[in-house]
């Protein structure tokens, strides 16, 4: 089935663990996210591609699937879509180019949320909200500036960063379509039971609406 609504409940990869550790554990917890990112910035192209076989070959569904700045990649994968950030190609070019690929963008501030609307993101990446030790030296961006960018744009702006299960309630109220999470679900010591208290917090806000 192919997935065309903005996925809510998003997990990104740290690039701290081996492909085979990734793939055991993303075939346990697919069944409760709605995407799961591959960020491993020190792998070619083709070890990602073959990361992105190995998973579907563990069952983990290619329209879970985002990769971090490589288009090629994740064009010849035929996976959901990509995640592009500051250094990447612009969102714009992509669009124009592979009209099936749905294309996220990081951004970091309010002027960088409405460029990347401009160009025609499917959604925005925006963090980090509370402290990490990923940003150690850099100040928290909050859940006032979170409020700021979901008031402002019209696409939908995922939450990242810091974000503990006990956040999901405020950062969902801010504003915010969804969250992401990378150390809180892959340096936890049991990420099946954490990414299980982050889909029930998620299910509680959603029966409030």
């Known amino acids: 089935m192919t997935v065309t609504h903005t996925p809510t ?19 346990r917890i697919h069944p409760y ?8 910035k020190e792998k070619t192209a083709i070890e990602l591609y073959r990361l992105i076989e190995s998973l579907q070959q ?6 879970k699937l985002i990769v971090n700045d490589r288009v090629d990649v994740a064009v010849l994968s035929k996976i959901w879509g990509v995640q592009l950030a ?18 996220g ?18 959604f925005l990446l925006y963090g980090h909200i509370y402290h990490t030790n990923s940003k150690q030296n850099l100040q928290p961006r909050g859940i006032y500036g979170l409020e700021t ?16 299960p006990h956040h999901v309630q405020e950062v969902m109220k801010a504003g915010a379509h969804g ?15 954490r990414v299980k208290q982050y889909q029930s917090e998620l ?7």
């Open 9 to 27: 409940f998003h997990v990104v990869t740290t690039g701290r663990l081996s492909s085979e550790d990734l793939c055991s554990i993303l075939q």
């Open 33 to 40: 996210v709605d995407a799961i990112h591959i960020r491993e």
């Open 58 to 63: 563990s069952a983990v569904p290619l329209d």
């Open 86 to 103: 500051y250094h990447s190609l612009e969102v714009e070019v992509v669009k124009q180019e592979f009209l099936n690929l749905h294309v």
């Open 105 to 122: 963008k990081s951004v970091h501030s309010l002027q960088e949320g409405l460029e990347a609307e401009k160009q025609g993101a499917d």
């Open 149 to 164: 960018i979901a008031r402002s744009v019209r696409v939908p702006v995922i939450a990242l960063g810091g974000i503990q």
């Open 179 to 193: 969250i992401a999470v990378m150390s809180g679900v892959f340096q936890s010591p049991n990420p099946f039971e």
């Open 203 to 209: 299910l509680k806000w959603s029966e409030k609406r």
